[in-house]
């Protein structure tokens, strides 16, 4: 079995106190082995979000433990919490959060740069070419499409070669047709790079383009099962556990 | 381009309109500050040249403390110096000139007479001939001046200019022509030393030594020595800065300074106001910002670059506008002072001091400014950028800011009660924080009551506008606060203004109640004026129809390593044609005391400098030496309102200070004379001392206030620069205020507001938010305005608090007429607002 990027136990996360607590996460064990592409599913207020939340370091459980290539959470604190981030873990937001004031390439570069690397910009055009904005370097972000401000935002996850890809409905502010090519993409950037890749996604065709899928209902992991690349299986699955 | 810089760089170009609006209050306000700051130092160089003019290589000036001429044995002494090269004892003396009756006011009505050593003169003053020859030592009656004098004076060489002398006449002959320019009211002829000594009558002694020091000297350091040698009698330097015209310049400084600090102010508030929102409106930026691994520190970084470099633009262009505005307000001064003063003033000149001050402040308030701001870009937790938030994000907490806010105007209250400018200063502008801090905690209740009158004429749109208000205190604090601070500066300073020109009115009408004044052609340099000796009193009080007459004499103390004026008066007679604005404690009686012995009056300023009371002992270094007077009283006169003055017999002058004659006389009519045929009489007295000019009191006083009222202008144009900020405060919060809510605004015309409606609604609220920033402005500009106008009092500038009624007004007027003008965009474009993209804004 090949080394584990994320490495998840006994994570639970309560917001709130007394009659207002809210077990968001309850109990959660996860282990992502490097380039895996997963999936998560589950109605709102399941929990998912608040899972991604967590492994990418925003948020702190209230107990458990979450190891991201090797580092304990838990024990960093906040710069290197922050270094963590910025060097091996990618962000895909909804609303892709790109700087309205930069271009493709500077927003793309933002991590390399805040890293202060050499030649960021350089680097990062190679990564723009392989997400097919290779035309699109200068334009800023109200130039270009919701499909192609993904992409760009892809990119940007990438450009410091992180270990793993967090993505948060990355396709839910896109059309049905750009949607399906963020998830190729994402495929992509497991299968071809080598990056392992959390999805949280309402959508089932795009959780279809992940290798597994982990189903999630009231803050616990439900259901965990391969898939075949059908466009339908994480809709059968969801039925299965009655989540649909 | 570094990252930080470069995003800075991008999103203040990115919020363009926004940018510039908050960059211009940087610009106005340091453009006041610096601007008014260079008016100063041009005027003081402008008196300095004035009096030091031709003194071309002049390194050094010795004169008398007293103004008394001393035994050239001092020049020696001085020689004994390392420092000093060559030193040339000199005599200046003001003569007038022969004059036509019927001159115009315009004509030369005297001349300074520069007598100087021949054998020495070179060395300190050039001398460049156009024509005829220089002086020689054994001139008696030779006399060269410069060209351009000449030629106004109708002389050529060869020709003779007769100057009235100790005893009788003396005639010179112009023996040659100088190429220097002749600065207008420095207007010099110069004769050999013994022949000036012999027409001052000094025999031989001198008032002046000009030197110059050895070669790579430090002036600061030989002017110390030169002090410590020749001891207090006499004084280094050049320039007394005693005169009036200097003290009013250094109290419309003092305005001018507070013009600055209250615009700096305002400006430091917009661009926090305007930081806040920036951050507020980029939460979701900074999140993924954080998100993907920046830290805290460089968040703020982020924010403190982007308002560096708004300070720096700001500053940069504010200082090329207020070097427009001073080169400006000169020029436009400039005839005011060539025709009045006789002094020509250059272009603006800045300090290094100002420069710096002006940079610091300009690029300091903008950075001190967005400090919190950017702290609190710092704090935005990264899941911002999962989740952003959709409620509003301006609502901040009341209690803690109010309570501070509460503390920091009872600290202000102890700054503007003390007697030191720089503290009045501070406390001012502490008082302005401390109103900012407290507004959100008050403007809910005071909605409330605002918007009953409003409902009546909005009907609901007025309750939905102030229930907008109430829902975010934290948002409509902040626009009340902009239009506040900017409003009680302005009144604030109206009221100071108001105070000032009244509190000099009041001292016109009440302290010169003569029908007639006798003054000399030029009383604004006292070092320049000419006495008159007993007979012209003599020959005032014998013409028919003159009762009862008073004359002012001046001598010079030293009190304490300063200098102050001592007027002569005569106790008998001064009361039935002037009086004193008494302070508290003090009356009539206090004149009446002088003639009793070594008594003295202290007017305002000079008792609160040294913090004097009645009947305490007071020691004068006179030209004959210490001599301790005691305080009879503490009064005010307008000829020195601005002045550290003090008032004694003239008895005691004659014998303290060897001063005997008149500066100035003051006549009544008795009540059946004539007014036309007594000023007739007068006029001819009065002819055969053409350096003093006769005016009837009246037309003297409207002569001043004319003046008053043309600097009530400057002021007004001042007031109206400061207003500008207010404007854009409230036109940017409103506008921010529409687009925070355009979701809200979306929904509201989808449940059926009409376009009108929606428009009327911003319109309300705008009416209601400046309906309440102009009560609080004006509240708090008055309440300010009078501890500023106590506080100068403090100072010695004792003046009646005057209510601004007009300014009031105004600003009251100009505060709603804003509210309403800013709200016309924001109005139009919320009813414009697409419904569907409204609703989907995120």
Request: glycine share 10%; with cysteine; proline share 4%.
């Amino acid at each position: 079995m090949s080394k584990a990027i994320v490495e998840v136990s006994g994570l639970t996360k309560i917001y709130g106190s007394g009659a207002a607590e809210v077990r968001a996460l309850d109990g959660v064990d996860l282990r992502v082995p490097e380039g895996q592409f997963v999936s998560v599913m589950g109605p709102s207020g399941c929990g998912k979000s608040t899972l991604l939340n967590l492994l990418g370091g925003l948020d702190t459980p209230t107990t458990g433990t979450i190891s991201i290539d090797g580092h304990a959470l838990g024990e960093l604190p906040d710069d290197q919490l922050t270094e963590l981030r910025r060097r091996r873990i990618g962000f895909v937001f909804q609303f892709f959060n790109l700087i309205p004031v930069l271009d493709a390439t500077e927003n793309a570069s933002l991590p390399l740069r805040l890293d202060g690397a050499a030649n960021a910009e350089d680097r990062t055009v190679g990564w723009l070419e392989k997400v097919g904005l290779g035309d699109r370097l200068h334009n800023r972000p109200d130039e270009l499409s919701g499909g192609q401000q993904q992409r760009v935002a892809i990119a940007r996850a990438l450009s410091t070669e992180p270990a793993l890809v967090l993505a948060d409905e990355p396709t839910g502010n896109l059309d049905s047709k750009s949607a399906a090519e963020i998830g190729e993409l994402l495929r992509a950037v497991s299968l071809t790079w080598g990056r392992s890749v959390l999805m949280v996604t309402h959508d089932p065709r795009i959780a279809s383009y992940a290798q597994r899928l982990v189903l999630m209902k009231d803050g616990r992991i439900v259901d965990d099962l391969t898939l075949d690349g059908s466009r339908e299986g994480p809709r059968q699955a969801l039925e299965r556990s009655g989540l649909l | 381009m570094n990252l930080t810089t470069t995003l800075a760089w991008r999103y203040l170009r990115g919020r363009g309109t926004r940018s510039l609006l908050t960059t211009l209050a940087v610009v106005l306000g340091v453009m006041l500050t610096f601007g008014l700051n260079g008016i100063l130092p041009t005027m003081l160089e402008a008196f300095n040249r004035n009096l030091l003019a031709a003194a071309g290589k002049v390194d050094l000036t010795v004169t008398s403390t007293y103004d008394q001429p001393f035994r050239p044995a001092v020049v020696d002494q001085l020689l004994k110096l390392p420092q000093i090269a060559v030193a040339s004892p000199g005599v200046t003396g003001t003569v007038p000139l022969p004059q036509d009756a019927n001159a115009d006011s315009g004509a030369l009505a005297q001349v300074t007479v520069v007598g100087v050593e021949v054998g020495t003169v070179s060395a300190v003053r050039d001398f460049a001939l156009t024509q005829g020859r220089m002086l020689v030592a054994t001139d008696a009656t030779a006399l060269v001046l410069n060209a351009d004098l000449a030629a106004q004076l109708g002389l050529a060489v060869g020709q003779d200019l007769v100057l009235p002398a100790a005893g009788g006449t003396v005639r010179f002959r112009v023996v040659g022509l100088l190429t220097a320019a002749t600065v207008p009211g420095a207007e010099q002829v110069f004769i050999t030393l013994p022949a000036a000594q012999q027409l001052f009558g000094l025999g031989n002694r001198i008032t002046q030594i000009e030197a110059t020091l050895v070669a790579g000297t430090d002036r600061a350091s030989a002017e110390q020595a030169v002090s410590t040698a020749l001891g207090s009698d006499y004084q280094v330097g050049g320039l007394a800065t005693e005169s009036s015209m200097l003290a009013s310049l250094q109290v419309a400084n003092f305005s001018f300074t507070m013009f600055g600090i209250f615009a700096l102010a305002t400006a430091g508030f917009i661009i926090a106001n305007s930081f806040r929102t920036v951050v507020a409106e980029r939460r979701r930026d900074i999140g993924m910002l954080r998100a993907i691994g920046t830290t805290r520190r460089r968040i703020m970084g982020m924010f403190l670059t982007e308002s560096l470099l708004q300070g720096i633009l700001g500053t940069a262009l504010g200082i090329a506008a207020g070097w427009a505005m001073a080169a400006g307000l000169l020029a436009a001064m400039a005839p005011l002072f060539s025709s009045v003063a006789h002094i020509t003033i250059g272009g603006p000149q800045f300090s290094v001091t100002t420069w710096l001050t002006s940079i610091l402040l300009g690029v300091g308030v903008t950075v001190v400014a967005a400090i919190l701001p950017a702290r609190a870009a710092g704090r935005v937790t990264p899941m911002e950028a999962m989740r952003p938030q959709l409620a509003e994000v301006y609502a901040r907490k009341i209690g803690k800011p109010a309570w501070i806010g509460g503390a920091v105007l009872v600290i202000s209250m102890f700054g503007l009660t003390t007697g030191s400018s720089a503290l009045i200063g501070l406390g001012s502008v502490l008082f302005l924080i401390g109103i900012a801090l407290v507004a959100p905690a008050v403007v809910n209740p005071v909605a409330e009551v605002a918007s009953r009158p409003l409902a009546a004429i909005f009907d609901r749109e007025g309750a939905l506008a102030r229930s907008n208000l109430q829902r975010n205190p934290g948002r409509s604090a902040v626009t009340v606060t902009a239009m506040m601070l900017g409003l009680a500066s302005i009144v604030a300073m109206i009221s100071v203004v108001t105070s000032i020109f009244s509190g000099f009115t009041s001292y016109l009408d009440k302290s010169l109640s003569a029908d007639y004044l006798i003054i000399p052609q030029s009383i604004i340099l006292s070092q320049g004026n000419v006495a008159a000796g007993p007979q012209l009193a003599q020959q005032v009080g014998a013409t028919p129809g003159i009762g009862a007459i008073s004359t002012l004499r001046l001598g010079k103390a030293e009190v304490d390593g300063g200098q102050v004026q001592v007027i002569g008066i005569e106790p008998t007679s001064y009361l039935k044609v002037a009086s004193f604005d008494w302070n508290a404690g003090s009356s009539d009686a206090a004149v009446t005391e002088l003639g009793n012995g070594r008594w003295v009056i202290a007017n305002g300023i000079y008792a609160a400098q040294h913090n004097l009371v009645l009947g305490q002992a007071i020691t004068l270094n006179t030209p004959n030496g210490a001599k301790v007077y005691h305080l009879a009283g503490i009064g005010n006169d307008y000829l020195n309102a601005k002045l550290s003055t003090l008032y004694t017999s003239q008895e005691n002058l004659s014998r303290d200070f060897n001063v005997t004659t008149d500066l100035l006389l003051m006549a009544n009519r008795t009540a059946s004379a004539d007014q036309a045929a007594t000023k007739a009489q007068l006029t001819k007295v009065i002819a055969n001392y053409p350096a003093f000019r006769l005016y009837e009191s009246q037309a003297w006083r409207d002569q001043q206030l004319a003046t008053f009222n043309s600097t009530i202008v400057i002021f007004d144009v001042l007031v109206a620069v400061l207003a500008v900020p207010s404007l854009l405060a409230l036109m940017n919060t409103l506008a921010i205020s529409v687009l925070a809510r355009t979701r809200e605004i979306g929904m509201l015309r989808a449940v059926g507001a009409t376009r009108r409606q929606i428009r009327r609604m911003v319109f309300a609220e705008s009416l209601l938010l400046s309906l309440i920033g102009t009560a609080f402005g004006a509240l708090a500009g008055l309440w300010l305005g009078y501890a500023l106008v106590s506080a100068m009092s403090a100072v010695g500038w004792q003046m009646p608090y005057s209510f601004p009624w007009g300014g009031l007004a105004a600003t009251v007027v100009v505060g709603i007429v804003f509210g309403v003008l800013a709200a016309l965009g924001p109005a139009r474009s919320a009813s414009r607002l697409d419904v569907v993209s409204a609703l989907h804004q995120e």
